[in-house]
């Protein structure tokens, strides 16, 4: 009930403002086109195509991936500009979100390749199924080495690892007991991360039986994975982020809102779905400017509506100054967003990157539902 | 003032050399036809304005093959739709009915107006306050004097339609006539076979007192602009004034950056002169069949201060020549006396960057604490020699995706047989340190062995190939093979072994003597630079998509031009030297015309 | 990589709670008042590793001269404190501060165990949980985070020129600027916002408004800086005071000297010549910016601190250099000092590993800094109670 699809009515019609606001929040902002055709399509067709656009989304992803290059500011250069130009930009909102969901960055990996393989797989898994997504970053070097785990000897299980496993990235702080944080320890002995590579040595790894959230067996890490998707408290975690990040900043949600949400993506782990359910949602379409735009957000949405490129390495290193440093969350919980990202220095650097983005062109308000990048409004998504 | 005097500058520098290559380029036009090959070199008739100039110009270009640019300007190769020119022609109809007009007054056609107006040669000069002159001597009184009625009754006509912007005045000044056709923007004055044009009224009554005072207050009588015009050969002079001069000695602004060693090391010289010269900088300009060179004169004598370390110190002596090797791309030759560059550092770059902080450690290691200046910078005398090469690569090893040419530095000893030991060891000891880093970062290292060639026996380091997945697209590390040789006397730093090799067989050839005064020479063949761009093509194009956020299609177009460009510029030669209180640089292009595209110099088999 | 700019403000609870129905002026006096009653920390690291035996230079011991032939500093050379200690030659302008009660020294300062290995020592210093290779957060990050709970508008810490942010300054929360250049080119005004009930804007309409006042403000005092040394350290220090004199809320500044990395003061080989380069900077940035601050009586409310990564050995390595030690002094300057020299000088007669052992724990530095001079909870960034020194006067 409380998730009941939005459907266009004289009091809540189908107009270019729900327009502009379905863009920002799944995609960065519409541009001409996609503005007309979404007014004409209506919102159930227009969602269907934000989440599987008809090009050939996979040729492009093969020909970015062959440009990507290291070192870090050009990988970050190529990420940006994969997201200016990318067909299925709620893939790449999505590949985004999670990124800041596990919050690995280069201050502990320290390989600008094992970032790069990690934003990939997090690409392939991010409108996918949940507990794949899980596995795999279960098998990352980099989420190894970012959260403490590149060692897992046997002689010494390591705790800070599990801890850091079940508190940020699966059920959270107070769902789990020293029990589930032994074990899973135990789960995780005999995989190590060694020159850049994770490696499993059998002879390291406790075969014994282990109780995780309740259940007995001789799991490895990939069941560790499969158990923790599908713990309720995980979905609920994972809704909660989700709903900040696609409806409301400022918002708490109630738990009844979350719950139905929760058993369903516990039971199929299915993100494309809890997305799309999301977005057709009314509470969705109530809920224009409750959310700050990130400096991603920002800047890819400015060069998309205006349909512009610009040299992204230097955007790279901006938007770092205005405090989203692609590839280097401050820490694991990623960034706060909200309110974080606008205080007394970051406004006006924000709005001087505005203003620059746009420069002399003519500045679409249609667009943007906004009349001036100048003001506060235009912070707002 | 001061960014007006540089943008003055940086403009006259750009007609200069605009003048020149299009006398570069219509000269190969002409190649194309069956005509004999003219040298274009000084000028026929020199007609002189420099008494019409008043001395307070700033800078000033004659242009004395005026007649050569109006034929290139007119070419119908250079003039069609696609052409240069076309961007800059008025498409206006009402334009194209004034032309028609003109001509049938004038009686000859539109290219041949310009051509009859400037016969003589034209001469711009800039002023202070943003001030422009220019002063051309046409084919006659007469013709000039009909071109000026017809000009100023078109004006008036036009002018008595509309109001306000388009007023004609006529009026005169110290016996000379002048007129403005649209409202004091520019001005203009006949006088017999000569126009004056100047953008403000000051500037056009100062040109036509130094005319009616016989040239007193003129550049005719300022000894020392005669003596850079005479230095540079005529075709352009540029005065820095002393302000531009005390602008060029301050540090740019406060967010001044650290001086870079390295560019002290190669530019000190020429700051310095520029600081202490006289206030003539001289252009010149020669094209001489497919040789264009371009000349600037200094009059200034060589620094003795801190500065001192890049001149040569007596007559006779300096840099020596070019080492000669197979596809070679680029080389420097320079005279740099490295210990008392070193010695002069608190002088030089007295910012304790920390990259000189670490050079200094890493040095100290290398040469196990020995004094830098004196044992390790002193140890080489100051002629220095660089090299850049296009590399082979051997199938069986593989071929990296990005290929980087090979480049070597070459010094020469003073004391080979000690310091060949002590330079081996330090090389050792670096290299080895380069591994254990590489480890520490679990990267591949390299296997330091030593190799003979022609009967000498040098040090290199490699990395290997064996478990690389796909030996067609190596890493970028597969470029280099650094190593080290001592050939006699001399020390060679390569990045490659081919490399090494091709100097080993180089230097042992009969030692050249110094070139006289000079202190940098500086070679580079444009077709085998293409060679190199045309090769990593995709790696550059993706760079550029990504610097530059442009689309495939515009990286693509921009890389071709810039390959066109350096074909087309062939061999380029730039030699600074000092002599007789003067420094000089050269440049010089052997342009490469049309025909000579169709070959290709092949860099790979 | 250059970005410039950046724009300021100030950390007043008031600015959050004040009802946009006051107005600008209103805004901007309130915050002020509540301004002149904080405290600035001016932290400078000195990137490398200093070598405080020729800082602080034990000129009449005989262990020293035994142990350093080429970098000795002997009696008449140094700048006397006592009959035992003299300052380097090229610290003039520090021994005056230092004469004038504006400067002390800590002495023997580092900690148990201390890393020598200069990633893992600044990592310990920048996080202040020595051997833990995973904690998140920077000191002043954490400070950041403390001081912007309650406002998150507030910006009270900012980096001052170089580009990278060092682990000292990396928060959970709070986004810090790095400053580069006073930002002279002003932004339009604000158009004064309509009435409407979304406080999300609200906050953020507000939050410009006042950047934009402190901007002016940051403009302002610029215009009235004093003399700095050409250097860019003193330019840095010169940026510092017109953020302090602007009183936008500042309360730790933090600038580099030596570069980053591995650092200027990192001297293996041929330590003479570039230590007494630095130092030379070093003393007369700092000696600019206390002068600039007295004139405006402003030096009260400002503390300069520097930190180094480790100190460095008692002798000579052979290459005229020193290698990678543990005690090191810090230098601390500012207008409420208890001055002099805090603490025994190090004993050079017993060495752990070739360099003087440190007596004093610099979290104990730290922990008196945060509770006593920016009055922030000193247990809750250092994990620990760390017992406080006597560094300032009543």
């Known amino acids: 009930m409380i998730w009941t699809p939005y459907q266009p009515t004289p009091d809540e019609p189908w107009n270019q403002a729900r327009v502009i606001h379905l863009f920002r929040r799944a995609a960065f902002g519409p541009n001409r086109s996609e503005s007309q055709r979404a007014l004409a399509d209506g919102p159930a067709r227009t969602i269907d195509r934000l989440l599987n656009p008809p090009a050939d989304v996979a040729a492009f992803h093969r020909e970015q991936d062959a440009c990507e290059t290291l070192p870090l500011p050009e990988w970050r250069g190529w990420w940006l500009r994969r997201m200016i130009l990318t067909p299925h930009p709620l893939l790449e909102k999505m590949t985004l979100f999670w990124h800041g969901y596990f919050g690995v960055g280069m201050n502990r990996v320290n390989h600008a390749g094992l970032l790069l393989a990690h934003v990939r797989t997090l690409r392939a898994h991010a409108l996918g199924r949940f507990d794949a997504l899980l596995g795999a970053m279960t098998r990352d070097p980099a989420v190894f080495l970012a959260a403490g785990g590149a060692n897992n000897p046997k002689a010494r299980p390591n705790e800070d690892f599990a801890r850091q496993l079940l508190a940020r990235y699966t059920v959270g702080e107070g769902e789990f007991t020293e029990r589930d944080v032994a074990d899973t320890a135990r789960a995780f002995t005999g995989y190590h991360v060694r020159g850049g590579k994770w490696r499993e040595v059998p002879s390291d790894h406790d075969d014994g039986p282990k109780t995780i959230f309740g259940q007995t067996g001789p799991w490895t890490p990939s069941d560790f994975a499969r158990l923790a998707a599908r713990q309720l408290a995980t979905a609920r975690r994972v809704v909660r982020a989700l709903y900040r990040h696609f409806i409301s900043e400022e918002h708490e949600p109630a738990d009844d809102w979350i719950e139905p949400l929760a058993r369903r993506f516990a039971t199929n782990c299915d993100i494309g779905r809890l997305v799309t359910t999301m977005l057709r949602s009314r509470i969705f379409f109530q809920s224009p400017a409750q959310r700050i735009k990130s400096p991603v957000e920002l800047a890819v949405g400015i060069c998309r509506t205006l349909e512009i490129t610009v040299p992204t390495v230097p955007l790279g290193f901006e938007l770092a100054e205005l405090g989203q440093n692609l590839g280097q969350p401050p820490t694991l919980k990623g960034w706060p967003g909200g309110r974080a990202w606008i205080n007394h220095a970051t406004i006006l650097a924000r709005t001087r990157l505005a203003m620059r983005l746009v420069g002399n062109k003519k500045f679409p308000a249609e667009l943007f539902g906004v009349s001036d990048p100048a003001s506060p409004e235009f912070q707002l998504a | 003032m001061i960014r007006t005097g540089s943008r003055l500058i940086v403009i006259l520098l750009a007609l200069a050399t605009l003048e020149l290559c299009l006398l570069g380029v219509l000269h190969l036009a002409k190649a194309r036809r069956p005509h004999a090959q003219a040298t274009v070199s000084a000028p026929a008739r020199s007609v002189s304005f420099d008494d019409w100039i008043p001395e307070q110009a700033l800078a000033v270009l004659e242009v004395s093959r005026a007649d050569k640019i109006m034929e290139l300007a007119f070419d119908p190769a250079f003039t069609g739709e696609q052409s240069f020119w076309s961007q800059w022609k008025p498409s206006a109809l009402g334009w194209t009915l004034f032309r028609r007009q003109l001509e049938k007054e004038m009686g000859c056609d539109y290219p041949t107006i310009w051509r009859r107006l400037l016969q003589d040669g034209v001469v711009i000069a800039a002023g202070p306050g943003q001030s422009f002159v220019a002063i051309a001597q046409a084919s006659d009184a007469e013709f000039l004097q009909k071109l000026n009625n017809a000009l100023v009754a078109a004006a008036r006509k036009g002018a008595a339609g509309k109001s306000g912007n388009h007023r004609v005045i006529e009026a005169t000044y110290r016996g000379a006539a002048y007129w403005t056709l649209s409202a004091g923007a520019a001005y203009h004055a006949i006088l017999s076979n000569r126009v004056v044009l100047a953008n403000k009224l000051d500037a056009l009554k100062a040109v036509l007192d130094c005319r009616a005072e016989a040239g007193t207050g003129s550049l005719a009588k300022r000894a020392d602009y005669q003596a850079a015009k005479r230095t540079a050969g005529g075709v352009a002079t540029l005065r820095l004034s002393p302000e531009l001069r005390q602008l060029q000695a301050k540090p740019k602004g406060d967010t001044a950056t650290e001086p870079n060693p390295l560019a002290v090391l190669l530019f000190a010289g020429y700051a310095e002169a520029l600081k202490a010269n006289s206030g003539w900088l001289a252009l010149g300009a020669d094209l001489q069949g497919h040789s264009l060179t371009l000349r600037v004169a200094i009059d200034c004598a060589q620094p003795k201060n801190a500065a001192a370390f890049s001149w040569p110190p007596t007559a006779g002596e300096g840099a020596w020549p070019n080492v000669e090797v197979p596809r070679r791309i680029a080389a420097l030759s320079l005279y740099r006396n490295l210990h008392d560059f070193y010695a002069a550092k608190d002088a030089l770059f007295p910012e304790r960057t920390s990259q000189l902080i670490f050079f200094e450690n890493m040095m100290g290691i290398f040469f196990s604490g020995r004094d830098l200046t004196d044992e390790v910078m002193g140890a080489v005398d100051p002629h220095i020699r660089v090299v850049v090469a296009g590399q082979t690569y051997d199938p069986a090893v593989g071929t990296p995706a990005v290929k980087v040419p090979a480049f070597a530095v070459v010094f020469r000893m003073k004391n080979p047989k000690q310091f060949a030991r002590i330079s081996e060891e330090a090389w050792q000891k670096a290299f080895g340190l380069v591994n254990v880093t590489r480890g520490q970062k679990a990267e591949a290292g390299m296997i330091l062995d030593r190799k003979d060639y022609a009967g000498l026996r040098y040090t290199f380091a490699s990395f290997s190939p064996d478990e690389e997945p796909d030996r067609s697209k190596l890493d970028i590390r597969f470029n280099y093979s650094p190593s080290i040789a001592h050939v006699g006397e001399y020390l060679v730093l390569s990045s490659t072994t081919q490399l090494t090799e091709d100097l080993i067989a180089a230097l042992r050839k009969p030692a050249p003597g110094p070139l006289d005064g000079v202190n940098a020479l500086l070679e580079m063949d444009g077709e085998r630079l293409a060679e190199i761009l045309r090769i990593n093509r995709e790696p550059i194009i993706r760079s550029n998509m990504l610097q530059k956020g442009q689309n495939r299609a515009a990286a693509e177009a921009e890389l071709d031009r810039n390959i066109a460009l350096v074909r087309f510029l062939g061999r380029a030669s730039l030699r600074v030297s000092a002599s007789d209180g003067r420094i000089a640089g050269e440049l010089t292009f052997q342009l490469r015309g049309p025909a000579a595209h169709k070959q290709t110099v092949a860099l790979a088999p | ?394």
Not at chain 3, 140 to 162: E, F
Not at chain 3, 209 to 223: D, K, L, T
Not at chain 3, 282 to 293: E, M, Q, R, W, Y
């Open chain 3, 1 to 394: 990589m250059k970005l410039t700019r950046r724009s300021f403000l100030r950390a007043s609870a008031f600015a959050a709670f004040v009802p946009p129905v006051f107005g600008r002026a209103a805004l901007g006096a309130a915050a002020r008042r509540a301004g002149r009653d904080q405290t600035v920390l001016v932290v400078v690291e000195l990137c490398g590793g200093n070598d405080g035996l020729n800082c602080v230079v034990p000129y009449a011991d005989d262990e020293y001269a035994r142990s350093r032939f080429t970098l000795r500093l002997a009696a008449r050379q140094v700048l006397k404190i006592n009959d035992q200690l003299g300052f380097h030659p090229a610290m003039a302008e520090w021994k005056r501060l230092f004469d004038e009660g504006f400067a002390s020294v800590v002495q023997g300062v580092g900690y148990p165990q201390s890393s020598r290995n200069h990633p893992e020592a600044v990592r310990d210093w920048h996080t202040a949980r020595p051997g833990d290779a995973h904690w998140p957060t920077g000191w002043i990050g954490q400070i950041a985070d403390q001081l912007t709970a309650r406002d998150a508008a507030a910006v009270p810490v900012a980096l001052i020129q170089p580009v990278t942010h060092p682990v000292a300054l990396i928060a959970e929360r709070a986004i810090l600027p790095s400053v580069r250049k006073i930002e002279d080119t002003p932004l339009s005004d604000l158009a004064p916002r309509p009435a409407a009930c979304n406080p999300l804007l609200e906050y953020v309409w507000r939050t410009g408004e006042v950047a934009r006042e402190h901007e002016r403000a940051v403009r302002a005092a610029a215009s009235r800086a004093g003399v700095y040394p050409a250097t860019p350290f003193g330019r840095a220090l010169q940026i510092a005071a017109s953020l302090i004199r602007a009183d936008v809320g500042f309360r730790v500044l933090y600038v580099e000297l030596g570069g980053g990395d591995i650092g200027g003061f990192d001297n293996h080989a041929g330590q003479k010549d570039n230590h007494a380069a630095l130092l030379r900077q070093f003393s007369g940035g700092v000696a600019a910016l206390v002068t600039d601050l007295r004139r405006d009586g402003l030096a009260e409310r400002v503390l300069l601190m520097t930190i180094s990564e480790f100190g460095r050995t008692l002798a000579e390595n052979g290459r005229r250099g020193t290698d990678h030690g543990a005690a090191a002094p810090m230098f601390l300057a500012g207008g409420r000092l208890r001055p002099g020299l805090i603490g025994a000088p190090p004993d050079l007669r017993s060495l752990d590993n070739g360099a003087p052992r440190p007596h004093t724990d610099f979290r104990r530095v730290y922990a008196t800094v945060l509770d006593r001079w920016l009055g922030v909870d000193s247990q809750a960034i250092l994990g620990e109670k760390f017992e406080w020194l006597d560094l300032f006067r009543v």
